[in-house]
Nanobody
């Protein structure tokens, strides 16, 4: 059973930084990628970044490229999202996800609020 637990969210001023963590369990060879998406009230889900399981390649949405960095630790099955130069429009609930061929799994999310 896949379980993902996000942490590290909070309230920060514009220009500040946060690091989100995602503790993953139940991962296996079927995982194609692990990453982060966010969802703000009234807005569609936005995929932010992911790490490919096969080659470790990373991808970023244009909205966060150059500001956010995804990384992972195989030792403790944790994925991080370092977020710098935060903007008020980054305010959302951030979710960690695992993508398999037929389904995605995600955690309960962590709230990030950026004040102006």
């Amino acid at each position: 059973e896949v379980q993902l637990v996000e942490s590290g969210g909070g309230l920060v001023r514009a220009g500040g930084s946060l690091r989100l963590s995602c503790a993953a369990s139940g991962t296996n060879r079927a995982d194609r990628a692990i990453g982060w998406f966010r969802q703000a009230p009234g807005k569609e889900r936005e995929e932010l970044s992911c790490i490919g399981s096969s080659d470790g390649s990373t991808n970023y949405a244009d909205s966060v490229k150059g500001r956010f960095t995804i990384s992972g630790s195989n030792a403790n099955n944790t994925v991080y999202l370092q977020m710098n130069s935060l903007k008020p429009e980054d305010t959302a609930v951030y979710y960690c996800y695992i993508r398999r061929r037929w389904s995605d799994y995600w955690g309960q999310g962590t709230q990030v609020t950026v004040s102006s």
